[in-house]
């Protein structure tokens, strides 16, 4: 799958979690995932094992870190 389309496809799906937030809730979630990108890139033990994931397992990995965090966002209220 090309890159444009999985950046499209991504950007829509992420839309439909956020469309209903307000400003503060945008920015807890700005702030949730800033901090769950810094985890996974110190957590990574190193950039080639990152650059070996196919297109569709980066969308994967992308998808599950922002429902987790939605997820556990939404269950905090």
Same mark, same amino acid.
């Given at each position: 799958?090309?890159?444009?389309? @999985?950046?499209? $496809?991504? &950007? ?11 400003? %503060?809730? #945008? ?5 949730? @995932?800033?901090? $769950?990108? &810094? ?11 990152? %650059?070996? #994931? ?24």
């Amino acid at each position: 799958m090309p890159l444009k389309q @999985l950046k499209k $496809e991504l &950007k829509e799906e992420v839309m439909i979690y956020i469309k209903g937030m307000n400003e %503060s809730e #945008l920015a807890i979630l700005t702030t949730g @995932l800033r901090m $769950e990108q &810094k985890h996974y890139a110190t957590s990574s033990t190193s950039t080639t094992q990152d %650059s070996q #994931l196919t297109f569709s397992a980066k969308k994967a990995k992308v998808k599950q870190i922002i429902v987790s965090f939605i997820i556990s966002y939404n269950s905090s209220w």
